[in-house]
């Protein structure tokens, strides 16, 4: 079983993550059983029946998907994922702050795809608190990543304080 | 001037560490070629055409002596011995050794100094009025605020892979010598009965696009500061372009969204988040305003000195360089100076080790131990006694740093271009030194007056040129470096970006078309009247006509071939 990072820990990780391969769509993609992360799209078009499932359902936003879409959502999914197809595309930091700071998602938030551990610092402080880095590197490498820095000038989910705000007054 | 505290070391220092490790990864085959260059250029690392290149921060431009006496070691012990100053107030070493910048990195942590986002597409330096502090009509200091930006944008998690890298510069007062309007985003300090605020602008930037920015808030109130900054990049972070690294630039977005559109958009983003933790407290700025309080002036000294006005009588050399190198000081008794580095025949920019170090030294005699460093690659001492001139004159007479040019042609502000940079179409320094060889005669100079002449070595402009009165720009036709002119380029509030004027010349006749240039609007001026005055009023015409005069019909042939 793949190896995930979680909540600092090294775990087996029972998730299947789902792509839509060429020429499925999301409306008819077959769901397999156990538990699954969808694409958004399948989540939209899917939604009542995946939320009857029994086997846990979660979903995961590429780069450009919308998180409001899922706002009202937010409860039915235990893990929500965000993609990083390349580790220099960004917009993944923004999309797990605003979930968590703007929507108040209070479960999984998981970094896929090019996660690699010189971003485990950042990934980790915007909320996201579950990390699959990639296959070929040193997972151990990853997980002391998360303590490259005892300091933070910037208020983010972890800590959302400002360092002004900590200082003993 | 800020110090760092505990917060601040402990930072800096892991970070060393943090690129020690990556460094150490990377020498080791653990980190491929693509990964490590996103990594190191956020810690100022390029690899360049013979070496590898360091990018040192000098945040808002400031430096102490301490400092200064750092860098000057550090060039010493891993470079040759020298080090340049660039237009985007940033200090770079030339040739160091990939396994020894840890170190280098570790040794400018003693001295409160980093490279820390340098470059990448992360939030860069921030750039301030170079007389911060000094200037007579700033409505406050802009160096408070650029230190809680600094403070805010070091190392911010969200922001730190953001479609291109993004420029921020805060301006004291309406002349905006911070260039606000060429920066991707830019606070000028305003004031609105008697509340302290900021107009915000966004969508500036040179390069491939000049674009100059535009206003997006009026008045943001001083509180807001952060949250609204945030704002701005979580829209940028999110909906900047990202297919295409020419078109990534924050002001291609505003461009396409049109301004009112994009700030709408910041303004429903910030509805979310103003008010909240970020919002800054009257605490802080008294805390970090009360390291930039004014140094121990020496109180009612005569707005004039006798002893002075009589070594400028006696010393025609002396007079000639108080009157380009000295800039008025809020203070009575006291001046601003200019020390050059732009003596003719060097690079632009440069200073050797030795330099660095009388520099420090001068400063701590005659300048409360600081000094400035110019998007104009010079160095500012802010705080010198008028009565002290004619001796500090004397000191940098002997140090090839009283070149009596600021401000004037010669004063040529240019990128380090093809003799160093791996991004470069064609060298830009022997064009400088080509066009200050053809100016030796400083009458003549002076009588030109005020003029930006600003050479790039390539698109990317860093040379500024689009804001030059006069600006060169390298370009590669089949192998061959030629130079674009543009005219009408200029700073501050009067910011404008200059037009071509044609078909590109050979590096032989770029000398020649910029002294005819000059010579013409020396023949159309009215009495008293600048360069970019002259040309505004009369047109491009006249000046284009006269660039190419005597440029052999050939080349402009081959041009006008290949064009
Ligand atoms: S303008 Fe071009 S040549 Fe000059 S320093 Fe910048 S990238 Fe290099």
């Given at each position: 079983?793949?190896?995930?990072?979680?909540?600092?820990?090294?775990?087996?990780?029972?998730?299947?993550?789902?792509?839509?391969?060429?020429?499925?769509?999301?409306?008819?993609?077959?769901?397999?059983?156990?538990?699954?992360?969808?694409?958004?799209?399948?989540?939209?078009l899917q939604r009542l029946e995946l939320r009857e499932r029994n086997d846990p359902v979660g979903v995961w936003l590429g780069p450009e998907d919308e998180p409001a879409v899922i706002a009202d959502d937010l409860v039915y999914l235990p893990v929500i994922a965000v993609r990083f197809p390349h580790f220099k595309d960004g917009r993944g930091y923004s999309t797990a702050a605003l979930l968590r700071r703007r929507y108040g998602y209070t479960g999984e938030l998981r970094a896929i795809g090019d996660v690699?551990?010189?971003?485990?610092?950042?990934?980790?402080?915007?909320?996201?608190?579950?990390?699959?880095?990639?296959?070929?590197?040193?997972?151990?490498?990853?997980?002391?990543?998360?303590?490259?820095?005892?300091?933070?000038?910037?208020?983010?989910?972890?800590?959302?304080?400002?360092?002004?705000?900590?200082?003993?007054? | 001037?800020?110090?760092?505290?505990?917060?601040?070391?402990?930072?800096?220092?892991?970070?060393?560490?943090?690129?020690?490790?990556?460094?150490?990864?990377?020498?080791?085959?653990?980190?491929?070629?693509?990964?490590?260059?996103?990594?190191?250029?956020?810690?100022?690392?390029?690899?360049?055409?013979?070496?590898?290149?360091?990018?040192?921060?000098?945040?808002?431009?400031?430096?102490?002596?301490?400092?200064?006496?750092?860098?000057?070691?550090?060039?010493?012990?891993?470079?040759?011995?020298?080090?340049?100053?660039?237009?985007?107030?940033?200090?770079?070493?030339?040739?160091?050794?990939?396994?020894?910048?840890?170190?280098?990195?570790?040794?400018?942590?003693?001295?409160?100094?980093?490279?820390?986002?340098?470059?990448?597409?992360?939030?860069?330096?921030?750039?301030?009025?170079?007389?911060?502090?000094?200037?007579?009509?700033?409505?406050?200091?802009?160096?408070?605020?650029?230190?809680?930006?600094?403070?805010?944008?070091?190392?911010?998690?969200?922001?730190?892979?953001?479609?291109?890298?993004?420029?921020?510069?805060?301006?004291?007062?309406?002349?905006?010598?911070?260039?606000?309007?060429?920066?991707?985003?830019?606070?000028?300090?305003?004031?609105?009965?008697?509340?302290?605020?900021?107009?915000?602008?966004?969508?500036?930037?040179?390069?491939?696009?000049?674009?100059?920015?535009?206003?997006?808030?009026?008045?943001?109130?001083?509180?807001?500061?952060?949250?609204?900054?945030?704002?701005?990049?979580?829209?940028?972070?999110?909906?900047?372009?990202?297919?295409?690294?020419?078109?990534?630039?924050?002001?291609?977005?505003?461009?396409?969204?049109?301004?009112?559109?994009?700030?709408?958009?910041?303004?429903?983003?910030?509805?979310?988040?103003?008010?909240?933790?970020?919002?800054?407290?009257?605490?802080?700025?008294?805390?970090?305003?009360?390291?930039?309080?004014?140094?121990?002036?020496?109180?009612?000294?005569?707005?004039?000195?006798?002893?002075?006005?009589?070594?400028?009588?006696?010393?025609?050399?002396?007079?000639?360089?108080?009157?380009?190198?000295?800039?008025?000081?809020?203070?009575?008794?006291?001046?601003?100076?200019?020390?050059?580095?732009?003596?003719?025949?060097?690079?632009?920019?440069?200073?050797?080790?030795?330099?660095?170090?009388?520099?420090?030294?001068?400063?701590?005699?005659?300048?409360?131990?600081?000094?400035?460093?110019?998007?104009?690659?010079?160095?500012?001492?802010?705080?010198?006694?008028?009565?002290?001139?004619?001796?500090?004159?004397?000191?940098?007479?002997?140090?090839?740093?009283?070149?009596?040019?600021?401000?004037?042609?010669?004063?040529?502000?240019?990128?380090?271009?093809?003799?160093?940079?791996?991004?470069?179409?064609?060298?830009?320094?022997?064009?400088?030194?080509?066009?200050?060889?053809?100016?030796?005669?400083?009458?003549?100079?002076?009588?030109?007056?005020?003029?930006?002449?600003?050479?790039?070595?390539?698109?990317?402009?860093?040379?500024?040129?689009?804001?030059?009165?006069?600006?060169?720009?390298?370009?590669?036709?089949?192998?061959?470096?030629?130079?674009?002119?543009?005219?009408?380029?200029?700073?501050?509030?009067?910011?404008?970006?200059?037009?071509?004027?044609?078909?590109?010349?050979?590096?032989?006749?770029?000398?020649?078309?910029?002294?005819?240039?000059?010579?013409?609007?020396?023949?159309?001026?009215?009495?008293?009247?600048?360069?970019?005055?002259?040309?505004?009023?009369?047109?491009?015409?006249?000046?284009?006509?006269?660039?190419?005069?005597?440029?052999?019909?050939?080349?402009?042939?081959?041009?006008?071939?290949?064009?």
């Open positions: 079983m793949p190896k995930l990072i979680k909540q600092r820990r090294v775990v087996e990780d029972s998730w299947q993550t789902l792509f839509l391969q060429p020429g499925e769509e999301p409306e008819t993609m077959i769901i397999p059983p156990g538990p699954v992360l969808v694409p958004l799209a399948v989540w939209e690699l551990r010189d971003q485990m610092f950042y990934l980790h402080r915007v909320g996201f608190d579950a990390f699959e880095p990639r296959a070929d590197r040193c997972i151990e490498g990853a997980l002391a990543a998360l303590d490259d820095f005892s300091v933070t000038y910037q208020g983010a989910h972890v800590q959302d304080q400002p360092l002004f705000r900590r200082r003993a007054a | 001037m800020y110090r760092y505290d505990d917060y601040d070391r402990t930072l800096v220092r892991e970070r060393v560490a943090q690129f020690r490790n990556q460094t150490e990864r990377f020498l080791a085959g653990q980190l491929s070629v693509e990964e490590f260059r996103f990594l190191r250029v956020q810690n100022g690392l390029y690899i360049q055409r013979h070496a590898p290149m360091l990018r040192i921060a000098v945040p808002y431009g400031l430096l102490s002596s301490t400092q200064l006496r750092g860098l000057a070691h550090v060039a010493r012990r891993y470079d040759r011995g020298y080090g340049h100053f660039t237009t985007r107030l940033n200090f770079q070493l030339n040739w160091p050794e990939l396994p020894r910048v840890p170190d280098i990195l570790a040794e400018l942590a003693e001295v409160e100094m980093h490279a820390i986002q340098t470059s990448g597409n992360c939030i860069r330096n921030t750039t301030v009025d170079p007389l911060a502090g000094v200037g007579h009509r700033e409505v406050a200091d802009p160096r408070p605020w650029a230190e809680i930006i600094r403070q805010w944008s070091t190392l911010h998690p969200e922001f730190a892979y953001l479609p291109r890298k993004f420029k921020i510069a805060v301006s004291g007062g309406p002349d905006d010598d911070a260039n606000v309007r060429i920066h991707d985003m830019g606070f000028q300090l305003v004031r609105r009965d008697d509340e302290l605020g900021f107009r915000v602008w966004v969508g500036g930037g040179l390069g491939r696009t000049p674009i100059l920015a535009q206003v997006i808030n009026g008045f943001l109130p001083w509180q807001h500061l952060i949250t609204y900054a945030e704002a701005v990049m979580r829209v940028y972070n999110r909906f900047g372009r990202r297919d295409n690294p020419f078109k990534a630039r924050i002001k291609i977005l505003v461009k396409a969204l049109g301004a009112e559109e994009f700030a709408r958009q910041v303004e429903a983003e910030w509805a979310h988040t103003k008010y909240g933790p970020a919002t800054l407290t009257q605490t802080e700025v008294d805390r970090v305003s009360a390291y930039f309080t004014q140094p121990p002036y020496q109180t009612s000294l005569p707005a004039t000195d006798g002893a002075l006005d009589q070594a400028r009588r006696n010393d025609k050399a002396f007079d000639r360089w108080v009157e380009n190198s000295v800039h008025a000081h809020r203070v009575v008794g006291y001046v601003a100076v200019t020390l050059s580095l732009k003596a003719p025949g060097r690079r632009p920019g440069d200073i050797t080790s030795e330099q660095l170090e009388s520099v420090a030294g001068l400063a701590e005699r005659f300048s409360f131990g600081e000094v400035r460093i110019t998007q104009t690659q010079n160095i500012i001492l802010p705080d010198i006694r008028c009565a002290d001139l004619y001796l500090l004159w004397q000191e940098l007479v002997h140090l090839g740093l009283a070149t009596p040019a600021t401000g004037l042609l010669t004063d040529i502000t240019c990128c380090p271009g093809g003799d160093l940079c791996e991004l470069a179409n064609a060298r830009s320094v022997p064009i400088a030194n080509g066009i200050q060889a053809l100016f030796t005669d400083q009458n003549t100079v002076e009588d030109i007056g005020e003029l930006k002449l600003n050479i790039s070595g390539c698109m990317n402009a860093c040379g500024h040129h689009h804001v030059g009165h006069i600006g060169v720009l390298g370009v590669d036709k089949q192998g061959k470096e030629f130079y674009q002119v543009t005219l009408g380029g200029a700073w501050g509030m009067e910011a404008a970006l200059g037009k071509v004027i044609g078909p590109s010349l050979a590096a032989n006749d770029v000398p020649g078309a910029v002294s005819r240039i000059v010579e013409h609007y020396r023949s159309i001026r009215n009495p008293g009247e600048r360069f970019i005055d002259t040309l505004r009023r009369a047109g491009v015409d006249g000046f284009k006509a006269e660039a190419y005069r005597n440029v052999s019909p050939a080349e402009q042939e081959r041009e006008a071939v290949n064009a």
